[in-house]
């Protein structure tokens, strides 16, 4: 591994220390064994570093919960079952990733104290859309269509962060995936007029 690698290495194991608020260049560099000068040769800040390496932390988490789906038997384009098994799947993953999704919650209580990050985080998020809509919607990313990113994608993106507060905060009174997709189907049935 080259000096910018260690850096990206180093740098995921100070978030999930430390957090983004608490890392400091001197840690990156101290954790992954190089010099303070590779930060900025690499990356230009220490800022674009940690928003680089918590979006290195948090993609794979995404291919976890579409396989799963796919592997259950999922119907291939959207319906209430891929929406039950995909947020059982996404909350499965919140105790064993715990420190990944307070990194996000960090970001988001943190956001006047981390500017840099924030803004490099922004950009990320509509990438982060298209991943939701295709999980929620069997569709390839490369084969969304824009309005649905926009429209699904920030759906599916309120809901996620609205189920991280939940579980983070108190796991015995979180939504569960049942509840959540019992919710859905009401609110459909309502606004459609069928209840």
Known sequence: MGHREDLLEGAKRCLLEKGFVRTTARDIVKESGTNLASIGYHYGSKDALLAEAY???IEPMGDGFE???DAAGAPESGGLERFRETWANVIRSIPESRAIWMLSLE??????RLAGVRE???KAQVEGRRGLAAMFTGIAESDLPEDVVETEGRF????LNGLMVQWLFDEASATDAEQLTEGLRRV???VSGES
């Open 55 to 57: 979006v290195a932390l």
């Open 67 to 69: 396989g799963a789906v």
């Open 107 to 112: 970001v988001v209580t943190q956001q006047e």
């Open 120 to 122: 490099l985080l922004a």
């Open 156 to 159: 599916y993106t309120t809901l």
């Open 188 to 190: 459909m049935g309502r």
